[in-house]
C-alpha cells in the first residue's frame, strides 16, 4: 500500500525535475527507476500522477519564462517579435495543440518548448491539455518497459551510461541555442518575405541568414 508521504515526495520530485530550466534529468528516467525499484506499484497509476506533475512544473517553467526572461531581459523590440509567433500561433490553435500532443508521446525534453511557448504569453490551457494526455500514454509505457531498460543498461554498463550522459549534456546546448534563435529571428520579415534575418539592432543593422 501506498502511503500519502510517498505519493506527495513521488509528485514533488516530478514536479522539481519539470521547473528547472536546463540539465535536469529526464523525467522518463525518474518513472523508470521507480517502475523498476518498486513494481508493486499501479503503472498505470504513477504514469497518471507523474504526468500531473510534469504538466504542473512545465506550466510554472513558462509562466516563469513569460515574468523573467521576456518581462525583464527582453528588449521592446524583441518582445514585439515573438509577438508575430504569437499571433500566427493563435490562428492555428488546433496545429499547436496537436503539436503538443504529438511531442508528449516521444521522450524527448520539452522544457525549451515550454519555455518558447512561455515567451509568447498565450494561454497554458491550449498546450497543457494535450501535453497532460500524451504524457500519461508516454509515461505508462516507461513504466511497463522499465525492467527491459534496467536489463539493457546492466549488460552495457558504463559504455551506454557515458553514450548516454554525453547525448545529454549535447542536446541541453542545442536546445538552448534554438530558443535564443528563436528571439534572434526577424519573424515579420520572415512572413512578409519568406526570408530569414536576425532581428534589427538599434541601430538599424540586420544581416539575412
Known sequence: ???????????????????????APPTWMALSWIGFDHPQFNPVAVAVLGALAATSGRIVLARLSRLIIRQRFMSAATRANIDIIKDKIDGHRTMTSGTF???????????????AYGLTSLSMW????????????????????AGEA???????GPAAKQYFGIYFVLSQFFFIGVVYMLTRIDWKYLFLAKRLRWLRTESGNSEPI
Open 1 to 23: 500500500m501506498v502511503s500519502l508521504a510517498e505519493l506527495v515526495m513521488f509528485f514533488a520530485l516530478i514536479f522539481t525535475l519539470n521547473i528547472i530550466p536546463a540539465f
Open 126 to 145: 491550449l498546450v497543457a491539455v494535450p501535453f497532460f494526455l500524451g504524457r500519461c500514454v508516454s509515461y505508462t509505457f516507461f513504466v511497463y518497459s
Open 150 to 156: 534496467a536489463q539493457y543498461l546492466a549488460n552495457y
Open 101 to 115: 500532443l504529438v511531442f508528449a508521446f516521444s521522450p524527448f525534453p520539452s522544457n525549451y518548448l515550454f519555455i
